[in-house]
């Protein structure tokens, strides 16, 4: 990380601090902001938000790998999570995720080359009698079948 | 996103917001505890424990400060009746909200959304604060001198097990989401290590209606046991899935009807921590004493193959068990790899026995609700489909 980066991600966190308190409870939601933005949280980050917060490095290492959500290598522009439990796997999600892995070029759990869509599976999302579901990044889509799905995928720059 | 006028007898017939609010401040907090008794109103996240009592026990509490939070992290399979809620009723969950601050004696409410429910985030933000507008939100509530209460949500980030309450008090409070032993409950030691009423959002919903029309009239509906009605969140082999209100004590064939399911095998009562149930058992009734459930209704008809959703519900329990306690972390990849072995044909009936008394170590010895609970689908399903599962083509059968 570049100088001028980290000074900037130092500021960031510190707003963040500011915004949320500075207690370890306003952990997740000082993390939940770094990896919406960033996509990941880095090793910096995690240090400053350590110092920050008076808590030790490895403690904000280990909240973040506890939580599927969170992540300290780098997610897609666009994180696709498909569900996969059982109401939406009777309702075709088995041809979706098929679908979604050949048009992307990738296997789920994996990241495009160019940054843009990471795919992954989700624990029910709580869309069971609209299957199959999906969510990329906070949106959520239903009843798809493997054409719907890739024209929203196709449609996010 | 779908969004209908929904029917109902107690959490769909008709509210405004504010109603319960300004009829509750009127009263004092023993009246209020005295209607939630009459009520018998238990918690609706499935464990159903009587919601009088956990409210009296933060109130009868001597602390500086007391916390309610709302349990929005419906991460069971096949539940989805606080998406509803949530998204057509808010109105009925955050003054379900407000009337517990104001009988436990909190000034801070918390909901705990799912990371999966951030599309709601901001509908539900700008509820707020059109109610903070309204003054049913903030100092002095509707002109109450003294009662302050405000309303924060917080996200989850993906983790089934935060839907425990004490795993959810460790998330708030800004570490893994692991279950805590209980003893203390968070009624003496919750929040930031405060007296803490936990309820699922189901639960605070029903709060506005029994403050209005009373506990008898809540008693009305459903059995001597589980009063009141219940969300039902019905997915799977049916004409019309959805959330349904029904009235506890409906039977499965009863329910089955109306959703209009025909030639149905099972039915998944309770999410993936529930049980299977077959089609001869279809006459037992939904109901904290028979069949109880969080409300998650999963239908498999005729074709299914079951070996394949327990596959499903097992290769759920292994990814989000949180891994602290022995029991559910190895137990759960063991069944789960017994189900693999079924599914090959490489299998003794003597191995699976031994996983089945796994299963039951399992419900014992497991720290919280999860691997408690995660044995039941793995136990009822080979249980009740036994000849399906094993008989013929070497225990490959419905490949």
């Keep these: 990380m570049l100088v001028l980066e980290k000074n900037a991600m130092t500021e960031e966190i510190e707003q963040l601090v500011e915004k949320y308190g500075r207690s370890r409870s306003s952990l997740l ?14 090793d910096f980050a995690q240090q400053e938000i350590a110092r ?13 790998t506890f939580y599927s959500f969170l992540s300290t290598t780098p997610k897609g522009k666009y994180i696709v999570r498909l569900c996969q439990t059982i109401a939406c796997d009777m309702q075709g999600k088995e041809a979706v995720a098929k679908a979604i892995e050949r048009e992307l070029g990738i296997k789920f759990g994996q990241t495009t080359k160019d940054n843009k869509f990471t795919l992954e599976y989700a624990n029910c999302v709580g869309m069971c009698d609209q299957g199959p579901a999906m969510i990329v990044n906070e949106n959520v889509y239903t009843k798809l079948t493997p054409e719907k799905a890739i024209q929203i995928l196709s449609e996010l720059k | ?14 509210y405004k917001r504010g109603e319960a609010i300004k009829k509750a401040l009127e009263k004092s907090r023993e009246e209020i505890l005295f209607e939630l008794r009459e009520s018998k109103l238990k ?14 026990m933060v109130a009868a509490a001597k602390s500086d400060k007391k916390f309610i ?17 949530l998204l057509e009723y808010p109105e009925l969950v955050f003054d379900g909200m407000v009337i517990a601050g104001y009988t436990i004696g909190a000034s801070e409410g918390i909901v705990y959304l799912r990371g999966e429910y951030e599309y709601m985030l901001k509908s539900l933000n700008d509820y707020l604060e059109a109610m903070r507008k309204d003054n049913l939100l903030g100092k002095n509530i509707v002109g109450k001198n003294g009662f302050d209460f405000d309303i924060t949500i917080r996200l989850g980030s993906g983790a089934y097990v935060c839907g425990e309450e004490t795993a959810l008090i460790e998330s708030l409070e800004g570490n893994r989401g692991e279950a805590r032993n209980r003893p203390p409950y968070p009624v003496n030691t919750g ?10 959002v189901e639960t605070l919903a029903a709060v506005p209606h029994i403050v209005l029309k009373g506990g008898e009239w809540f008693k009305k509906y459903g059995t001597d046991k589980s009063t009141g009605s219940k969300l039902f969140s019905v997915s799977g082999d049916c004409e019309r899935p959805g959330v349904y209100e029904l009235p506890w004590g409906t039977t499965i064939n009863e329910l089955l009807e109306i959703v209009g399911a025909k030639s149905v095998k099972a039915v998944q009562v309770g999410g993936a921590s529930g049980i299977c149930i077959p089609k001869s058992q279809f006459n037992r009734s939904l109901a904290y004493e028979d069949a109880a459930t969080g409300g998650s209704i999963m239908i498999f008809g005729e074709n299914r193959n079951m070996l394949h959703v327990l596959k499903n519900f097992m290769k759920f329990f292994v990814e989000e068990s949180c891994g602290q306690c022995t029991p559910c972390r190895i137990g759960n990849t063991k069944l789960s790899e017994g189900i693999e072995m079924i599914e090959k044909g490489e299998y003794t009936f003597a191995y699976i026995n031994k996983l089945k008394e796994l299963g039951q170590t399992m419900k014992v010895a497991s720290k919280c609700g999860l691997g408690q609970s995660s044995p039941n689908a793995f136990i009822s399903i080979l249980e009740n489909f036994k000849e399906e599962i094993f008989n013929g083509n070497g225990g490959r059968n419905g490949k």
């Design chain 1, 29 to 42: 939601p000082i993390l939940q902001d770094i990896q919406r933005k960033h996509k990941h949280i880095p």
């Design chain 1, 52 to 64: 920050l917060l008076d808590i030790h490095p490895v403690e904000i290492y280990s909240v973040i």
């Design chain 2, 191 to 200: 929040y930031m290590g405060k007296p803490t009423v936990v309820n699922n």
């Design chain 2, 69 to 85: 939070i709302c349990n929005a992290d419906e991460g069971e399979p096949g539940t989805f009746k606080d998406r509803a809620l």
């Design chain 2, 1 to 14: 996103m779908e969004k209908k006028e929904r029917k109902g007898i107690v959490l769909f017939s008709e």
């Design chain 2, 43 to 56: 918690g609706r996240g499935g464990a159903g424990f009587p919601t009088a009592t956990k409210w009296n």
